[in-house]
Protein backbone atom coordinates (compact mmCIF):
# COMPACT_ATOMS: atom_id res chain seq x y z
CA UNK A 1 0.00 0.00 0.00
CA UNK A 2 2.48 2.82 1.02
CA UNK A 3 6.08 1.81 0.62
CA UNK A 4 8.90 3.94 1.63
CA UNK A 5 12.39 2.80 0.51
CA UNK A 6 15.42 4.48 2.40
CA UNK A 7 14.24 8.55 1.96
CA UNK A 8 16.56 11.20 3.07
CA UNK A 9 16.06 14.68 3.91
CA UNK A 10 18.79 17.09 4.99
CA UNK A 11 17.43 20.89 5.88
CA UNK A 12 19.78 23.63 5.35
CA UNK A 13 22.31 21.65 3.79
CA UNK A 14 25.73 22.35 3.60
CA UNK A 15 25.20 25.59 6.15
CA UNK A 16 25.98 24.91 9.63
CA UNK A 17 22.42 24.86 10.48
CA UNK A 18 22.25 21.50 8.56
CA UNK A 19 19.95 18.86 9.82
CA UNK A 20 19.75 15.29 8.74
CA UNK A 21 15.50 14.90 9.50
CA UNK A 22 15.08 11.78 7.70
CA UNK A 23 18.65 9.48 7.07
CA UNK A 24 17.60 6.15 5.33
CA UNK A 25 14.07 5.47 5.93
CA UNK A 26 12.30 2.76 5.16
CA UNK A 27 9.09 1.82 5.80
CA UNK A 28 6.09 -0.30 4.66
CA UNK A 29 2.27 -0.58 5.23
CA UNK A 30 -0.08 -3.34 4.13
CA UNK A 31 -3.58 -2.66 3.38
CA UNK A 32 -5.10 -1.40 6.76
CA UNK A 33 -2.23 -0.99 8.57
CA UNK A 34 -2.62 1.88 11.54
CA UNK A 35 0.32 2.87 12.39
CA UNK A 36 1.59 5.39 15.01
CA UNK A 37 5.07 7.00 15.23
CA UNK A 38 6.39 8.08 18.31
CA UNK A 39 9.76 10.00 18.82
CA UNK A 40 11.03 13.21 20.49
CA UNK A 41 11.42 16.21 19.32
CA UNK A 42 13.45 16.88 16.07
CA UNK A 43 13.11 12.77 15.54
CA UNK A 44 11.57 13.13 12.29
CA UNK A 45 8.13 12.15 12.80
CA UNK A 46 6.83 15.03 10.73
CA UNK A 47 8.94 15.32 7.88
CA UNK A 48 8.52 11.58 7.36
CA UNK A 49 4.55 12.60 7.37
CA UNK A 50 5.49 15.83 5.40
CA UNK A 51 7.55 13.88 2.99
CA UNK A 52 4.94 11.50 1.99
CA UNK A 53 2.19 14.23 1.68
CA UNK A 54 4.51 15.87 -0.55
CA UNK A 55 5.06 19.18 1.77
CA UNK A 56 8.49 18.47 1.66
CA UNK A 57 10.80 17.34 -1.63
CA UNK A 58 13.07 14.19 -0.68
CA UNK A 59 16.35 13.86 -1.21
CA UNK A 60 16.83 10.66 -2.45
CA UNK A 61 14.57 7.38 -1.93
CA UNK A 62 11.57 6.46 -3.11
CA UNK A 63 7.96 6.62 -2.23
CA UNK A 64 5.27 4.71 -3.50
CA UNK A 65 1.36 4.47 -2.81
CA UNK A 66 -0.14 1.52 -4.24
CA UNK A 67 2.70 1.10 -6.79
CA UNK A 68 2.78 4.14 -8.15
CA UNK A 69 6.31 6.10 -7.55
CA UNK A 70 4.78 9.61 -5.93
CA UNK A 71 8.23 11.25 -5.00
CA UNK A 72 8.42 13.63 -7.62
CA UNK A 73 4.28 14.33 -7.84
CA UNK A 74 3.54 17.59 -6.64
CA UNK A 75 1.16 18.11 -3.41
CA UNK A 76 -2.01 18.65 -4.51
CA UNK A 77 -1.63 15.56 -6.95
CA UNK A 78 -0.49 12.99 -4.04
CA UNK A 79 -3.67 14.40 -2.50
CA UNK A 80 -5.90 11.78 -4.49
CA UNK A 81 -4.13 9.13 -2.38
CA UNK A 82 -4.15 11.11 0.70
CA UNK A 83 -6.59 11.81 3.40
CA UNK A 84 -4.68 14.16 6.26
CA UNK A 85 -5.22 15.81 9.76
CA UNK A 86 -2.88 18.41 10.62
CA UNK A 87 -1.86 19.62 14.53
CA UNK A 88 -3.20 22.88 14.59
CA UNK A 89 -7.48 22.60 14.16
CA UNK A 90 -7.46 25.66 12.19
CA UNK A 91 -4.94 24.17 9.49
CA UNK A 92 -7.71 21.50 8.18
CA UNK A 93 -10.45 23.71 7.38
CA UNK A 94 -11.33 26.88 5.26
CA UNK A 95 -12.99 28.72 8.05
CA UNK A 96 -15.14 31.36 6.09
CA UNK A 97 -16.90 28.54 4.55
CA UNK A 98 -19.52 26.97 6.00
CA UNK A 99 -19.50 23.20 7.45
CA UNK A 100 -21.63 21.90 4.32
CA UNK A 101 -19.11 23.71 1.96
CA UNK A 102 -16.21 22.40 4.02
CA UNK A 103 -16.97 18.80 3.13
CA UNK A 104 -17.79 19.77 -0.80
CA UNK A 105 -14.64 20.32 -0.96
CA UNK A 106 -13.34 17.45 1.17
CA UNK A 107 -15.42 15.44 -1.47
CA UNK A 108 -13.92 16.26 -4.36
CA UNK A 109 -11.11 15.63 -3.10
CA UNK A 110 -8.29 14.70 -5.81
CA UNK A 111 -11.05 14.87 -8.66
CA UNK A 112 -11.25 17.86 -11.09
CA UNK A 113 -13.78 20.53 -9.57
CA UNK A 114 -15.98 21.97 -12.36
CA UNK A 115 -19.26 24.52 -12.40
CA UNK A 116 -21.45 22.18 -10.55
CA UNK A 117 -23.12 23.43 -7.64
CA UNK A 118 -20.92 22.82 -4.62
CA UNK A 119 -23.78 21.67 -1.87
CA UNK A 120 -26.28 19.55 -3.81
CA UNK A 121 -29.56 18.47 -2.13
CA UNK A 122 -27.91 15.22 -2.48
CA UNK A 123 -24.66 15.82 -1.56
CA UNK A 124 -26.27 17.78 2.25
CA UNK A 125 -28.05 14.08 2.74
CA UNK A 126 -24.79 12.45 2.55
CA UNK A 127 -22.98 15.13 4.83
CA UNK A 128 -25.47 14.53 7.42
CA UNK A 129 -25.50 11.11 7.59
CA UNK A 130 -21.79 11.46 7.90
CA UNK A 131 -21.57 14.29 10.26
CA UNK A 132 -23.95 12.03 12.76
CA UNK A 133 -21.42 9.66 13.50
CA UNK A 134 -19.45 12.27 14.93
CA UNK A 135 -22.10 12.61 17.34
CA UNK A 136 -21.37 16.36 17.83
CA UNK A 137 -24.69 17.80 16.70
CA UNK A 138 -23.01 19.61 13.63
CA UNK A 139 -25.37 17.45 11.22
CA UNK A 140 -27.68 20.61 11.97
CA UNK A 141 -25.07 23.17 11.38
CA UNK A 142 -24.31 22.59 7.78
CA UNK A 143 -24.61 26.30 7.37
CA UNK A 144 -22.04 27.47 10.37
CA UNK A 145 -19.03 28.90 9.27
CA UNK A 146 -16.29 26.51 10.34
CA UNK A 147 -14.53 29.33 11.94
CA UNK A 148 -17.36 29.64 14.64
CA UNK A 149 -17.03 26.11 15.73
CA UNK A 150 -14.13 24.81 18.63
CA UNK A 151 -10.78 23.70 17.78
CA UNK A 152 -12.09 20.05 18.74
CA UNK A 153 -15.22 20.53 16.87
CA UNK A 154 -13.15 21.71 13.92
CA UNK A 155 -10.25 18.88 14.49
CA UNK A 156 -13.04 16.34 14.31
CA UNK A 157 -14.54 17.71 11.20
CA UNK A 158 -11.31 17.57 9.44
CA UNK A 159 -11.11 13.95 10.44
CA UNK A 160 -14.14 13.16 9.10
CA UNK A 161 -13.47 15.19 5.70
CA UNK A 162 -10.24 13.61 5.37
CA UNK A 163 -11.97 10.04 6.06
CA UNK A 164 -14.92 9.82 4.65
CA UNK A 165 -13.69 9.95 1.03
CA UNK A 166 -11.51 6.60 1.86
CA UNK A 167 -8.22 7.64 1.18
CA UNK A 168 -5.52 5.18 0.47
CA UNK A 169 -3.81 6.53 3.04
CA UNK A 170 -4.64 8.43 5.99
CA UNK A 171 -1.99 10.70 7.50
CA UNK A 172 -2.28 12.06 11.07
CA UNK A 173 0.37 14.86 12.40
CA UNK A 174 -0.66 14.85 16.19
CA UNK A 175 -4.09 15.90 15.66
CA UNK A 176 -4.78 15.77 19.19
CA UNK A 177 -1.56 17.63 20.51
CA UNK A 178 -3.00 21.31 20.53
CA UNK A 179 -6.65 20.24 22.29
CA UNK A 180 -7.13 20.07 25.80
CA UNK A 181 -7.44 16.31 27.24
CA UNK A 182 -11.51 16.58 26.76
CA UNK A 183 -11.22 17.05 23.19
CA UNK A 184 -7.93 14.99 22.77
CA UNK A 185 -10.05 11.67 24.36
CA UNK A 186 -13.15 12.65 21.49
CA UNK A 187 -11.16 13.27 19.02
CA UNK A 188 -9.06 10.11 19.61
CA UNK A 189 -12.27 7.98 19.53
CA UNK A 190 -13.24 9.20 16.50
CA UNK A 191 -9.93 8.31 14.89
CA UNK A 192 -10.71 4.75 16.04
CA UNK A 193 -14.17 4.73 14.56
CA UNK A 194 -13.20 6.67 11.47
CA UNK A 195 -10.20 4.47 10.72
CA UNK A 196 -12.12 0.89 11.40
CA UNK A 197 -15.34 1.39 10.17
CA UNK A 198 -12.97 2.83 6.61
CA UNK A 199 -10.43 0.09 7.14
CA UNK A 200 -7.99 2.93 6.41
CA UNK A 201 -4.42 2.47 5.91
CA UNK A 202 -3.08 5.08 8.44
CA UNK A 203 0.48 6.80 9.55
CA UNK A 204 -0.35 8.51 12.82
CA UNK A 205 2.04 11.02 14.29
CA UNK A 206 2.43 11.43 18.32
CA UNK A 207 3.69 12.65 20.89
CA UNK A 208 1.90 10.57 23.41
CA UNK A 209 2.71 7.40 24.72
CA UNK A 210 0.00 5.93 25.67
CA UNK A 211 -2.01 7.15 22.79
CA UNK A 212 1.18 5.34 20.43
CA UNK A 213 0.19 1.90 22.33
CA UNK A 214 -3.66 2.34 22.95
CA UNK A 215 -4.15 3.36 19.01
CA UNK A 216 -3.59 1.34 15.63
CA UNK A 217 -1.83 -2.30 15.21
CA UNK A 218 2.04 -1.32 15.06
CA UNK A 219 4.33 1.06 16.20
CA UNK A 220 7.32 2.45 14.93
CA UNK A 221 9.85 4.79 17.24
CA UNK A 222 11.91 7.44 15.29
CA UNK A 223 15.44 9.47 16.77
CA UNK A 224 17.55 11.34 14.72
CA UNK A 225 16.14 10.84 11.91
CA UNK A 226 15.88 7.32 11.96
CA UNK A 227 13.44 4.77 12.82
CA UNK A 228 15.10 3.19 15.60
CA UNK A 229 12.52 0.79 16.92
CA UNK A 230 9.65 -1.39 15.41
CA UNK A 231 6.63 -3.09 17.09
CA UNK A 232 5.19 -5.63 14.99
CA UNK A 233 1.37 -6.36 15.37
CA UNK A 234 1.98 -9.36 17.59
CA UNK A 235 4.45 -7.34 19.42
CA UNK A 236 2.53 -4.77 20.28
CA UNK A 237 -0.47 -6.24 22.18
CA UNK A 238 1.84 -6.61 24.91
CA UNK A 239 3.91 -3.20 24.84
CA UNK A 240 3.94 -1.18 27.71
CA UNK A 241 5.38 2.42 28.37
CA UNK A 242 7.88 1.19 30.67
CA UNK A 243 8.83 -1.67 27.57
CA UNK A 244 9.17 1.69 25.05
CA UNK A 245 11.08 3.86 27.72
CA UNK A 246 13.69 1.05 27.88
CA UNK A 247 14.31 0.99 24.45
CA UNK A 248 14.96 4.96 24.54
CA UNK A 249 17.36 4.35 27.13
CA UNK A 250 19.40 2.12 25.23
CA UNK A 251 20.22 5.23 22.58
CA UNK A 252 23.47 6.28 22.65
CA UNK A 253 23.27 10.45 22.98
CA UNK A 254 19.41 10.60 24.15
CA UNK A 255 19.24 12.69 27.22
CA UNK A 256 16.81 12.23 30.13
CA UNK A 257 15.38 15.93 28.72
CA UNK A 258 14.13 13.45 25.87
CA UNK A 259 13.07 11.42 27.62
CA UNK A 260 11.03 13.66 29.56
CA UNK A 261 9.35 14.86 26.27
CA UNK A 262 8.59 11.58 25.54
CA UNK A 263 6.39 10.72 28.41
CA UNK B 1 -27.04 63.04 -9.89
CA UNK B 2 -27.98 60.58 -12.26
CA UNK B 3 -24.66 60.87 -13.60
CA UNK B 4 -23.27 60.28 -10.40
CA UNK B 5 -25.88 57.14 -10.31
CA UNK B 6 -25.02 55.76 -13.90
CA UNK B 7 -20.85 56.37 -12.85
CA UNK B 8 -21.72 54.21 -9.39
CA UNK B 9 -23.33 51.63 -11.59
CA UNK B 10 -20.48 51.40 -14.46
CA UNK B 11 -18.03 51.47 -11.75
CA UNK B 12 -19.62 48.28 -9.94
CA UNK B 13 -17.76 46.18 -12.65
CA UNK B 14 -14.82 47.24 -11.57
CA UNK B 15 -15.93 46.95 -7.54
CA UNK B 16 -16.86 43.26 -8.71
CA UNK B 17 -13.41 42.62 -9.82
CA UNK B 18 -11.34 43.63 -6.90
CA UNK B 19 -13.89 42.20 -4.75
CA UNK B 20 -13.28 38.90 -6.35
CA UNK B 21 -9.16 39.75 -5.53
CA UNK B 22 -9.22 41.20 -2.73
CA UNK B 23 -11.63 39.74 -0.67
CA UNK B 24 -12.20 36.38 -1.93
CA UNK B 25 -8.69 35.33 -3.00
CA UNK B 26 -7.47 37.68 -0.25
CA UNK B 27 -4.86 38.65 -2.97
CA UNK B 28 -4.18 42.78 -3.06
CA UNK B 29 -3.80 43.04 -6.37
CA UNK B 30 -2.55 46.40 -8.12
CA UNK B 31 -3.39 45.37 -12.04
CA UNK B 32 -6.45 46.87 -12.11
CA UNK B 33 -5.36 50.68 -12.79
CA UNK B 34 -3.28 49.09 -15.61
CA UNK B 35 -6.06 46.70 -16.73
CA UNK B 36 -8.59 49.50 -16.36
CA UNK B 37 -6.68 51.43 -18.95
CA UNK B 38 -5.89 48.34 -21.03
CA UNK B 39 -9.59 47.66 -21.17
CA UNK B 40 -10.56 51.28 -22.75
CA UNK B 41 -7.66 51.72 -24.29
CA UNK B 42 -8.44 47.98 -25.91
CA UNK B 43 -12.16 49.09 -26.94
CA UNK B 44 -11.83 52.31 -28.01
CA UNK B 45 -8.69 51.96 -30.58
CA UNK B 46 -11.12 48.72 -31.96
CA UNK B 47 -14.15 51.16 -32.03
CA UNK B 48 -11.87 54.07 -34.13
CA UNK B 49 -10.76 50.86 -35.76
CA UNK B 50 -14.91 50.42 -37.00
CA UNK B 51 -15.15 47.11 -34.85
CA UNK B 52 -18.52 46.69 -33.25
CA UNK B 53 -18.71 48.38 -29.89
CA UNK B 54 -19.50 45.14 -28.42
CA UNK B 55 -17.09 43.16 -29.99
CA UNK B 56 -14.51 45.72 -28.78
CA UNK B 57 -15.74 45.57 -25.45
CA UNK B 58 -15.52 41.95 -25.73
CA UNK B 59 -11.90 41.96 -26.77
CA UNK B 60 -11.07 44.37 -24.16
CA UNK B 61 -11.90 41.50 -21.58
CA UNK B 62 -9.73 39.29 -23.04
CA UNK B 63 -7.02 42.00 -22.48
CA UNK B 64 -7.99 42.02 -18.98
CA UNK B 65 -7.85 38.53 -18.69
CA UNK B 66 -4.29 38.12 -19.87
CA UNK B 67 -3.35 41.35 -17.81
CA UNK B 68 -4.59 39.23 -14.39
CA UNK B 69 -3.10 35.92 -16.20
CA UNK B 70 0.03 37.85 -16.48
CA UNK B 71 0.20 39.15 -12.88
CA UNK B 72 -0.93 35.10 -11.41
CA UNK B 73 2.37 33.91 -13.23
CA UNK B 74 4.63 36.23 -11.56
CA UNK B 75 2.87 35.72 -8.60
CA UNK B 76 2.64 31.37 -8.39
CA UNK B 77 4.94 30.45 -11.08
CA UNK B 78 7.47 33.35 -10.67
CA UNK B 79 7.25 33.59 -6.43
CA UNK B 80 7.20 37.28 -6.68
CA UNK B 81 5.29 38.66 -3.90
CA UNK B 82 1.40 39.62 -4.80
CA UNK B 83 1.85 43.23 -4.13
CA UNK B 84 4.73 43.64 -5.85
CA UNK B 85 3.62 41.44 -9.16
CA UNK B 86 1.01 43.61 -9.46
CA UNK B 87 2.86 46.77 -9.61
CA UNK B 88 5.10 45.08 -12.01
CA UNK B 89 2.22 44.67 -14.43
CA UNK B 90 0.88 47.26 -14.03
CA UNK B 91 3.63 49.58 -14.82
CA UNK B 92 4.09 47.36 -17.70
CA UNK B 93 0.88 47.73 -19.00
CA UNK B 94 1.68 51.57 -19.11
CA UNK B 95 3.55 50.97 -22.04
CA UNK B 96 1.25 48.59 -24.14
CA UNK B 97 -1.64 51.27 -23.68
CA UNK B 98 -0.07 53.60 -24.88
CA UNK B 99 0.95 51.34 -27.41
CA UNK B 100 -2.99 50.25 -27.79
CA UNK B 101 -3.83 53.97 -28.35
CA UNK B 102 -1.05 54.83 -30.21
CA UNK B 103 -1.49 58.10 -28.24
CA UNK B 104 -1.70 59.50 -24.61
CA UNK B 105 -5.59 59.93 -25.66
CA UNK B 106 -8.12 58.89 -27.93
CA UNK B 107 -11.91 60.56 -28.28
CA UNK B 108 -14.22 58.91 -29.12
CA UNK B 109 -16.97 61.58 -30.62
CA UNK B 110 -19.53 60.97 -33.33
CA UNK B 111 -18.41 57.30 -32.78
CA UNK B 112 -21.28 54.41 -32.82
CA UNK B 113 -20.38 52.86 -28.74
CA UNK B 114 -22.55 50.64 -26.34
CA UNK B 115 -24.04 53.54 -25.14
CA UNK B 116 -25.45 55.40 -28.27
CA UNK B 117 -28.80 53.92 -28.44
CA UNK B 118 -29.43 55.34 -25.47
CA UNK B 119 -27.86 58.40 -26.61
CA UNK B 120 -29.12 59.41 -29.17
CA UNK B 121 -32.93 58.56 -27.59
CA UNK B 122 -31.92 60.88 -25.05
CA UNK B 123 -32.38 58.31 -22.14
CA UNK B 124 -28.60 59.02 -20.78
CA UNK B 125 -29.52 60.32 -17.73
CA UNK B 126 -33.35 58.89 -17.00
CA UNK B 127 -34.36 56.44 -14.87
CA UNK B 128 -34.18 53.92 -17.73
CA UNK B 129 -30.81 53.88 -18.30
CA UNK B 130 -30.05 53.38 -14.80
CA UNK B 131 -32.60 50.74 -14.65
CA UNK B 132 -30.03 48.76 -17.62
CA UNK B 133 -27.11 49.70 -16.18
CA UNK B 134 -28.22 48.18 -12.79
CA UNK B 135 -29.98 45.04 -14.60
CA UNK B 136 -26.80 44.46 -15.74
CA UNK B 137 -24.35 45.22 -13.22
CA UNK B 138 -26.87 42.79 -11.08
CA UNK B 139 -26.49 40.21 -13.68
CA UNK B 140 -22.91 40.18 -13.06
CA UNK B 141 -23.34 40.05 -9.73
CA UNK B 142 -25.34 37.41 -9.73
CA UNK B 143 -23.08 35.50 -12.33
CA UNK B 144 -19.97 35.70 -9.38
CA UNK B 145 -22.80 34.48 -6.52
CA UNK B 146 -23.45 31.57 -9.01
CA UNK B 147 -19.81 30.87 -9.44
CA UNK B 148 -18.25 31.24 -6.03
CA UNK B 149 -20.89 28.57 -5.40
CA UNK B 150 -19.72 25.84 -7.91
CA UNK B 151 -16.97 23.26 -6.96
CA UNK B 152 -14.29 25.18 -8.52
CA UNK B 153 -15.79 28.18 -6.95
CA UNK B 154 -15.67 26.88 -4.01
CA UNK B 155 -12.47 25.79 -4.03
CA UNK B 156 -11.19 29.46 -5.17
CA UNK B 157 -12.77 30.56 -2.40
CA UNK B 158 -10.78 28.37 0.35
CA UNK B 159 -7.90 29.64 -1.69
CA UNK B 160 -7.96 32.73 -0.23
CA UNK B 161 -9.49 31.43 3.17
CA UNK B 162 -6.67 28.27 3.98
CA UNK B 163 -4.12 27.44 1.18
CA UNK B 164 -2.48 24.76 3.28
CA UNK B 165 -6.10 22.79 3.63
CA UNK B 166 -6.96 22.80 -0.19
CA UNK B 167 -3.92 21.90 -1.23
CA UNK B 168 -4.40 18.83 1.00
CA UNK B 169 -7.67 18.12 -0.91
CA UNK B 170 -5.72 18.11 -4.29
CA UNK B 171 -6.50 22.04 -5.78
CA UNK B 172 -3.44 23.43 -7.36
CA UNK B 173 -3.77 26.67 -6.09
CA UNK B 174 -1.33 28.24 -8.66
CA UNK B 175 -4.17 27.29 -10.85
CA UNK B 176 -6.85 29.21 -8.59
CA UNK B 177 -4.99 32.00 -8.05
CA UNK B 178 -4.78 32.78 -12.03
CA UNK B 179 -8.32 32.11 -12.75
CA UNK B 180 -9.17 34.31 -10.09
CA UNK B 181 -6.71 37.03 -11.08
CA UNK B 182 -7.54 36.38 -14.60
CA UNK B 183 -11.61 37.22 -14.44
CA UNK B 184 -11.03 39.75 -11.91
CA UNK B 185 -8.90 41.76 -14.59
CA UNK B 186 -11.54 41.28 -16.82
CA UNK B 187 -14.11 42.68 -14.97
CA UNK B 188 -11.80 45.79 -14.63
CA UNK B 189 -11.08 45.80 -17.86
CA UNK B 190 -14.76 45.54 -19.13
CA UNK B 191 -15.14 48.59 -16.95
CA UNK B 192 -12.42 50.49 -18.15
CA UNK B 193 -14.13 49.75 -21.78
CA UNK B 194 -17.38 51.30 -20.20
CA UNK B 195 -15.64 54.31 -19.02
CA UNK B 196 -13.87 55.42 -21.89
CA UNK B 197 -17.34 55.35 -24.32
CA UNK B 198 -19.46 56.30 -21.42
CA UNK B 199 -17.04 59.49 -21.22
CA UNK B 200 -16.34 59.54 -24.65
CA UNK B 201 -12.46 59.30 -24.72
CA UNK B 202 -10.26 56.79 -23.71
CA UNK B 203 -7.40 58.33 -22.20
CA UNK B 204 -3.93 57.05 -20.61
CA UNK B 205 -4.49 58.37 -17.26
CA UNK B 206 -8.15 57.20 -16.69
CA UNK B 207 -6.66 54.25 -15.04
CA UNK B 208 -4.45 56.18 -12.23
CA UNK B 209 -5.81 55.43 -8.30
CA UNK B 210 -8.56 53.40 -9.28
CA UNK B 211 -7.48 50.30 -7.02
CA UNK B 212 -8.31 52.66 -4.47
CA UNK B 213 -11.98 53.61 -5.98
CA UNK B 214 -12.44 49.93 -5.93
CA UNK B 215 -11.36 49.13 -2.48
CA UNK B 216 -13.35 52.07 -1.19
CA UNK B 217 -16.51 50.34 -2.97
CA UNK B 218 -16.23 47.46 -1.48
CA UNK B 219 -15.42 48.92 1.94
CA UNK B 220 -17.84 51.12 1.86
CA UNK B 221 -20.55 48.26 0.92
CA UNK B 222 -18.88 46.21 3.38
CA UNK B 223 -19.84 48.63 6.21
CA UNK B 224 -23.40 48.97 4.88
CA UNK B 225 -24.14 45.29 4.24
CA UNK B 226 -21.86 43.13 5.96
CA UNK B 227 -20.13 40.31 4.59
CA UNK B 228 -21.57 37.74 6.27
CA UNK B 229 -22.56 35.77 2.65
CA UNK B 230 -21.34 35.76 -0.86
CA UNK B 231 -25.04 37.30 -1.70
CA UNK B 232 -24.69 40.35 0.72
CA UNK B 233 -21.32 40.98 0.28
CA UNK B 234 -21.02 41.18 -3.95
CA UNK B 235 -24.19 43.35 -3.49
CA UNK B 236 -22.07 45.06 -0.77
CA UNK B 237 -19.64 45.40 -3.36
CA UNK B 238 -21.82 46.60 -6.41
CA UNK B 239 -23.41 49.18 -4.18
CA UNK B 240 -20.63 50.30 -2.30
CA UNK B 241 -19.82 51.66 -5.43
CA UNK B 242 -22.61 53.83 -6.19
CA UNK B 243 -22.43 55.19 -2.43
CA UNK B 244 -18.69 56.09 -2.96
CA UNK B 245 -19.67 58.41 -6.35
CA UNK B 246 -22.03 59.73 -4.48
CA UNK B 247 -19.68 60.86 -1.69
CA UNK B 248 -17.41 62.19 -4.48
CA UNK B 249 -20.72 64.15 -6.19
CA UNK B 250 -21.03 65.87 -2.62
CA UNK B 251 -17.48 66.26 -1.90
CA UNK B 252 -17.46 68.19 -5.48
CA UNK B 253 -21.14 70.06 -4.73
CA UNK B 254 -19.23 70.84 -1.37
CA UNK B 255 -16.90 73.24 -3.83
CA UNK B 256 -13.75 70.50 -3.69
CA UNK B 257 -12.79 70.15 -7.12
CA UNK B 258 -11.98 67.15 -9.74
CA UNK B 259 -8.11 67.37 -8.52
CA UNK B 260 -9.06 66.86 -4.57
CA UNK B 261 -10.86 63.97 -5.34
CA UNK B 262 -8.02 61.31 -5.50
CA UNK B 263 -6.87 62.61 -1.77
CA UNK B 264 -10.83 62.86 -1.12
CA UNK B 265 -11.00 58.52 -2.09
CA UNK B 266 -7.68 57.90 -0.45
CA UNK B 267 -9.24 59.73 3.27
CA UNK B 268 -12.04 57.85 2.54
CA UNK B 269 -10.51 54.91 2.62
CA UNK B 270 -8.47 55.30 5.42
CA UNK B 271 -11.32 56.57 7.80
CA UNK B 272 -13.12 53.36 6.76
CA UNK B 273 -10.43 51.43 7.59
CA UNK B 274 -9.33 53.23 10.94
CA UNK B 275 -13.35 53.40 12.25
CA UNK B 276 -13.54 49.64 13.42
CA UNK B 277 -10.11 50.06 15.50
CA UNK B 278 -12.11 53.32 17.00
CA UNK B 279 -14.92 50.79 17.82
CA UNK B 280 -17.22 51.92 15.14
CA UNK B 281 -18.62 49.39 12.31
CA UNK B 282 -17.31 46.74 14.06
CA UNK B 283 -18.19 44.56 10.75
CA UNK B 284 -15.19 45.91 8.31
CA UNK B 285 -12.19 44.86 10.56
CA UNK B 286 -11.14 42.11 8.67
CA UNK B 287 -10.43 44.30 5.67
CA UNK B 288 -7.64 46.12 8.01
CA UNK B 289 -5.67 42.65 8.51
CA UNK B 290 -6.76 41.04 4.68
CA UNK B 291 -9.19 38.88 5.79
CA UNK B 292 -9.61 35.84 8.47
CA UNK B 293 -6.85 33.38 6.91
CA UNK B 294 -5.78 30.93 9.12
CA UNK B 295 -1.89 31.34 9.92
CA UNK B 296 0.44 31.08 7.32
CA UNK B 297 2.48 27.97 8.20
CA UNK B 298 6.05 28.08 7.07
CA UNK B 299 7.38 25.01 4.63
CA UNK B 300 10.69 23.81 5.71
CA UNK B 301 9.87 21.15 8.21
CA UNK B 302 8.47 23.92 10.99
CA UNK B 303 5.19 22.80 12.66
CA UNK B 304 5.57 25.12 15.35
CA UNK B 305 1.73 27.11 15.80
CA UNK B 306 0.33 29.44 18.63
CA UNK B 307 -1.96 26.49 19.38
CA UNK B 308 0.81 24.64 21.01
CA UNK B 309 0.53 27.18 23.58
CA UNK B 310 -3.33 25.78 24.17
CA UNK B 311 -1.61 22.14 24.27
CA UNK B 312 1.34 23.39 26.92
CA UNK B 313 -1.20 24.83 28.90
CA UNK B 314 -3.30 21.71 29.09
CA UNK B 315 -0.67 19.24 29.95
CA UNK B 316 -0.67 18.23 26.09
CA UNK B 317 2.97 17.18 25.58
CA UNK B 318 4.35 19.54 22.72
CA UNK B 319 7.15 20.33 20.51
CA UNK B 320 9.19 23.52 21.42
CA UNK B 321 11.94 22.72 18.68
CA UNK B 322 12.11 25.23 15.94
CA UNK B 323 12.33 22.65 13.64
CA UNK B 324 10.36 19.62 14.73
CA UNK B 325 10.84 16.32 12.62
Redesign the interface.
Known sequence: MLKIDSISKT??PGTVNE?K??QDVSLELDESDFVTVI?S????????L?TV?G??PIDSGSIRIDGAEVSRM????R??Y?G?V????????????TIE?NL???L????P???????TKARREHFKDELATLELGLENRLKTKV?LLS?GQRQALSLL?AGFTQPRILLL??H??????QR?ALVTTLTEKIVSSGGLTTLMVT??MEQAIALGNRLIM?HE?RIIYQASAEEKKNLTVETLLGEFSKLKGASLGDRA??? | MFGALELGLIYAVMALGVYLTFKVLNFPDLTVDGSFTTGGATAASLIIAGVNPFLATAAAIGAGLIAGYITGLLHTKGGIDGLLAGILTMIGLWSINLRIMGKANLPLLREETVFTPLRENMMLGTWLSIGILLAFTLVLKFAIDWFLTTDLGLSIQATGNNQQMIRSLGVNTDNTTMLTLALSNGFVALCGALVAQYQGFSDISMGIGLILVGLASVILGQAVFGSRTIIMASLGALLGSVIYRFIIFLALRAGLDTNDMKLTTALLVVVALLLPRWGFLRRIPSLRNRGNRAPARPLEGTVDTPDQMAGAAAGTPTSTGKTEG
Do not use: V, Y
Open positions: FFRALGNGAGKSTLNSRLPEHKARLRFQDPMAGTAPDLQSLARRGKRGLGRGTGGMDETAALDPAHNMGLLN
